[in-house]
C-alpha cells in the first residue's frame, strides 16, 4: 500500500504510471482501477480492494483525490465526519476507522495506492495512519525551487536518458520552460531525440530545439535587474519580447514606463529618507497604499546608490527616445542596452 502527496504532481503521476506498468496489459481491463475521491465512496474503493483479481496474481487499486472521500458535502460518500485534514479527533470517525481497518488487514493480492494534494494532518488517526504505518509506504512531493532548477535537469538527463546536458544549457532549458517538470521531460525527450547519443546538449542546441517558452512579468524582470545578473536578466528580457502579444517596440515602451515609475519611487524614497522623514510619511508622500509594495520599494532603494539615480534616469530617457524613433536600433537591443546601462 503506498500513499502519495505534494504540490510537484510529476513524479506522483510517474510512480502511479510505475505501478500500473507492473500489471501486464492484457490484464488491466479487469485487475486495474483508478477511481476518484469526488466520485466514489470509502466503502466502494475498500470494496475493490478487497476483491481478489481475474486471472492475475494481484489487483490494483488507484485513489486519487483521496481526501475527497472524507468530505460530506461529497454526494459519493457515506461519512457523517468533518474534513480530515483538521487538527483534531474528528478523523475518528465510523469511515476512518473503516480504513485503518482496512491498513491493519490489506488484502494480500491487492496494491492501494492513494493519492492526494497534501496528506492529511499528522496528529490525527487519519494522517497517522498513512504516514507512520511500515507496510504504507509515504512520499510526499514538494516542487523543485527554481534556482535547483538546472541542476535537477543536468542529473535527470544524467538519470534517465545516460545523456549530458551542459551546465549553461541547463540554465537556458530552466528559464524557458520554467518549473513545469512534465515540459522539462518532454522537451529533454525531444532533444535526446534529435541529437546523436554521442553528443550532449549544448546552449545553441536548447535555443533552436526547444520551442515552449515560458511567460515571465516585467516584476520578475525587475527582481532579475535588482539583482544586477546580467545574463538572467537578458534572458527574461528576451522571453518577454518573444512572448509579447504586441509589437517589440510597444513591449519595451511599457518595459521603460515600468522601470521609470519604480525608479522614480526609489528616488524619492532615498531623497526623503536623507532628511530623516519617518517611513509612514514617506509611503504617503509617495503614493504607494500597499504595505507590502512600500517595503520591497524601500529593500529594491538600497540596491542603487543615490549618486547612481542620473545616469540611470539618463538611460531610461536615452531608451524612451531611441524606441520611438530617434534610433536606428532594434527594440530589443534599445532594451539590452537600457538593461545593460542601469545595472552598470
Not at 38 to 63: C, F, N, Q, W
Request: charged fraction near 25%; proline fraction near 4%; hydrophobic fraction near 40%.
Amino acid at each position: 500500500m503506498y500513499f502519495f502527496c505534494g504540490e510537484e504532481s510529476f513524479y506522483v503521476d510517474a510512480l502511479q504510471d510505475c505501478i500500473i506498468e507492473l500489471m501486464p496489459a492484457d490484464m488491466r481491463d479487469f485487475n486495474l482501477d483508478v477511481l476518484y475521491g469526488t466520485e466514489h465512496s470509502l466503502d466502494k474503493v475498500l470494496g475493490i480492494a478487497r476483491s481478489y483479481p481475474m486471472m492475475s496474481d494481484r489487483r490494483i487499486v488507484i485513489l486519487r483525490d483521496f481526501s475527497a472521500v472524507f468530505d460530506p458535502r461529497n454526494k459519493s460518500t457515506n461519512v457523517d465526519s468533518e474534513n480530515p485534514d483538521e487538527e483534531d479527533e474528528s478523523n475518528s470517525t465510523a469511515s476512518v476507522e473503516l480504513l485503518i481497518n482496512y491498513l491493519n488487514k490489506p488484502n494480500p493480492s491487492a496494491i492501494l495506492v492513494m493519492i492526494d494534494k497534501k496528506a492529511p494532518s499528522g496528529n490525527t488517526k487519519l494522517g497517522r495512519a498513512v504516514t507512520k504505518k511500515e507496510h504504507v509506504g509515504f512520499g510526499s512531493f514538494d516542487p523543485i525551487p527554481e534556482e535547483r532548477l538546472p541542476e535537477w535537469i543536468v542529473e535527470w538527463a544524467k538519470v534517465t536518458h545516460k545523456r549530458v546536458i551542459e551546465p549553461r544549457a541547463a540554465q537556458v532549458m530552466a528559464r524557458l520552460t520554467g518549473s513545469d517538470l512534465l515540459l522539462v521531460s518532454t522537451e529533454l525527450d525531444k532533444l535526446f531525440t534529435f541529437k546523436n547519443n554521442d553528443e550532449s546538449i549544448s546552449e545553441d542546441d536548447v535555443r533552436k530545439l526547444v520551442t515552449v517558452a515560458r511567460e515571465y512579468s516585467v516584476f520578475e524582470l525587475k527582481e532579475a535587474l535588482f539583482s544586477k545578473n546580467i545574463a538572467n536578466t537578458l534572458t527574461i528580457a528576451e522571453q518577454i519580447l518573444h512572448t509579447s502579444k504586441s509589437t517589440d517596440v510597444g513591449e519595451v515602451i511599457r518595459i521603460v514606463s515600468f522601470f521609470y515609475s519604480v525608479f522614480s519611487n526609489i528616488w524619492q524614497i532615498q531623497r526623503l529618507t536623507q532628511k530623516g522623514i519617518p517611513s509612514k510619511q514617506i509611503q504617503t508622500t509617495v503614493g504607494v497604499k500597499s504595505d507590502f509594495y512600500f517595503r520591497n520599494l524601500t529593500k529594491d532603494s538600497k540596491a542603487f546608490p543615490a549618486n547612481q539615480m542620473p545616469l540611470i534616469f539618463e538611460a531610461l530617457l536615452d531608451a524612451d527616445r531611441s524606441v520611438k524613433g530617434m534610433s536606428k536600433l532594434e527594440a530589443k537591443d534599445i532594451l539590452f542596452l537600457l538593461l545593460r546601462r542601469i545595472i552598470g
